[in-house]
């Protein structure tokens, strides 16, 4: 038989093989009811004939796309900016759907008009499930896309009741570990540049320093920024503005921390022995800061890859764990 005249077909497969073209179809779908040596012998079937399956045709018989997508709802200026994190979440996310052989779809929704492509994607169901990460105040559409049945899981606890499953960190023991390892180095004016309040991970790491400072003599003292290095720059002028006499800070996250490392230096202000610095996240940067940057490390990867485990569950019919919650750890350096 001459593959060569055009695409091969199922049927060519099926005559080569010796089997029906049922079979070669439920080898080709995966099915795991045919015997083994049929499966070896429509394999041979396929490799020597170059065959490559319809996947449209498929699809459309297995009701499968064979594809997640990852919804960042960030502009593409936020998404590919040097913010580790977000390269972090989509390496672990691939590594574990290419573990499974699915294919990751990429979508950023930054602006209405996105977020809404996003929905009307998933709901003509293009993809066999949706993971959400960076996400911003209560947003309806995870829930929404789960109602119609879609497999979704998020990155971070929701600020509204918990629809769909979810996989987050220890903010608050991480926050609390910085905290009180300032206390212990004798600071007590521990100011803080916190993230943006429409996100679970700035409103919980503000609350962890602020729970770890109830006991203590020192006040709050806070500025808000948006996990941008910039941001963290201008809320570390702000910081030195309304107290100059602060002796360290807690920043919420490393690309805050490197901003507010230049507006000490700029100041005047040696880091750690005028103004320790605490960062959190522990992205390759807070490494070749200066000086080394103390953070709390959040296993960034490891949360990419648990919500691509919980959402392929979710797409083979299983359950999903409904709130994972991973530990923090206090990385000590030379800024604290």
Partial sequence: MNASRGRPTLEQVAARAGVSRATVSRVVNGSTSVAESIREAVNRAIGELGYVPNLAARSLVTQRTDSIALVLPEAATRVFSDDQFFPSVIR??????????????????GSPASHDRVERYAAARHVDGVLFASMHGSD?????????????????????????????????????????????????????????????AGIDRLTGYRGALKDSPSRSIVAVGDFTRESGAVAMRQLLD???????VF??????????????????????????????????????????????RQPIVDIGREMARQVLRLAAGLPAEPAIVLPTELVVRQSA
């Fill in 251 to 296: 920043v919420a996250s490393d690309l805050m921390a490197h901003g507010a490392l230049g507006t000490l230096r700029e100041a005047g202000r040696r880091v750690p022995e005028d103004v320790a610095v605490v960062g959190f996240d522990d992205i390759e940067l807070a490494r070749y800061t200066d000086p080394p940057l103390t953070t709390v």
């Fill in 242 to 248: 309304d107290d100059p006499a602060l002796d360290a």
């Fill in 140 to 200: 309806p559409l995870p829930g929404k896309l789960a109602r119609m049945g879609i497999p979704v899981v998020c990155s971070g606890r929701p600020l509204g009741p918990a629809t769909v499953p979810y996989v987050d960190v220890d903010h608050i023991g991480g926050v609390t570990a910085a905290v009180h390892h300032l206390l212990a180095l004798g600071r007590t004016r521990i100011a803080t540049i916190a993230g943006p309040q429409d996100m679970v």
């Fill in 92 to 109: 672990g996310v691939s590594q574990e759907l290419e573990a499974a052989d699915k294919q990751l779809v990429l979508m950023l929704a």
